[in-house]
């Protein structure tokens, strides 16, 4: 019972909030920001390394990401005095706040994944296309 109730008043203070709460959420839940911030968080990296590292991320979809990133104070981005120059991108102590909440979404999606696709190949199957 004290799951529910804490559920409908979490709910409430989200609905309450939501001029609040949803810039920040559209700003921090976006197709790549989770997995960037996944891979800088242990250590910094530089460009090229992110884009290794993010399967399926072009040159422009990273590069915004990491400008949206440092703009909205989860990242910095550091030139390096090397030929040719370098650019590393760290995570700051508020976008490192992420982590534990992260982590656990990364981990429902590991452990639920196949959930979610089988579910969405039944939708699929019993006729729910458009």
């Known amino acids: 019972m004290d799951e529910y ?3 409908e008043t979490l709910s409430h203070r989200a ?3 939501m001029a609040q709460v949803r810039p920040v959420l559209d700003k921090i839940a976006d197709k790549w920001t989770i997995l960037i911030l996944t891979v800088i968080c ?9 884009k290794r590292r993010l399967d399926g991320i072009t040159h422009k979809a ?3 990401a990491l ?12 030139v390096l005095p090397t030929q040719p120059i370098g650019v590393e991108y760290a995570i700051t102590p508020l976008g490192h706040s992420l982590r ?3 982590e656990a ?8 994944g196949d959930k979610v696709e089988a579910a969405t190949l039944h ?6 296309r458009r």
């Open 105 to 112: 979404l990364c981990a429902w999606a590991a452990a639920n």
């Open 100 to 102: 534990e909440p992260f």
């Open 62 to 64: 990273l590069a915004d």
């Open 67 to 78: 400008k949206r990133l440092e703009r909205n104070g989860l990242v910095t981005r550091t």
């Open 42 to 50: 242990p250590k910094p990296a530089r460009f090229n390394e992110l």
């Open 15 to 17: 609905l309450c909030d």
């Open 5 to 7: 109730t804490d559920l």
């Open 123 to 128: 939708y699929e199957n019993t006729g729910h």
